[in-house]
């Protein structure tokens, strides 16, 4: 169940790390909230995936084990969670001891499921048993070097447009120069987006100005994909949309949501900056 709006949320706050287990420190918030302002919603999949780099635990001797976790959040989920009350509860684990790792693996599952309101995937991810990770950029056509005046800082859907003509492309086009802020402390995040789309060409020079934009404006990763995704399904009325996007990480946490008008896959490869 949600808590009311960010009140008593540890985000911007000075909070004790834990010592012990503790499943309340997470901390639901409504997406619904959020997705009242951009009603009436276009038909979406999609999921929230998040890269937890700071994992650990002590096996049934008091050794610690470390691990990496991804966690997949459907989109469908009646609730978010607040990414400082994750990294608090995944802290609140560092002093328990576990008889395997499965059970960490199914506690942190059932943790989220419930905080969540729906099924959280989790997979664990053994250090030391860690396979060469590649990094590299969104796959695309990177529109970040396109010559521009920017003139707004605020979320202007306006920018966007389509070319004239209506010619009907199936295209995916990046950028880099993502860039929200926290709602509650205004701390920056940084991220890199993709946008898949079959319709109206898009003008890439709108849609980048669109993209920065972005940039002083306030709201959650999820949020963001999600105002993206409504902008430019309203504007361009295209006949399929993805939106995704790929955060830097922040307190030991990536998050790197996506929408898409129906089942598709995505890449869950990690960009240079993450």
Known sequence: ?????????????????????????????????????????????????????????????????????QLLFPESSPCLIESKSLKLYLNSLTETRFDEEEAVRALIARDLSLAAGAPVAIALSRLDRQAPITLSPMSGINIDGLDIDVKHYRPAPNLLRCEPGGTMVDETLTSDLLKSNCPVTGQPDWGSVQIRYRGPRIDRRSLLEYIVSLRTHREFHEHCVEKMYCDLWRACQPAWLLVYARYTRRGGLDINPWRASSATEVSQGRTPRQ
Not at 23 to 29: A, E, G, M, S
Not at 33 to 61: C, F, H, K, M, Q
């Open 1 to 69: 169940m949600s808590k009311s709006g960010l009140r008593g949320a540890p985000l911007g706050h000075d909070v004790a790390y834990p010592d012990h287990y503790d499943p309340d420190l997470l901390f639901p918030i409504a997406r619904q909230t959020n997705r009242a302002t951009l009603a009436p919603l276009p038909t979406w999949t999609g999921a929230d995936i998040w890269t937890a780099y700071e994992v650990s635990w002590l096996n049934s001797r008091g050794k610690p084990i470390v691990a990496m976790a």
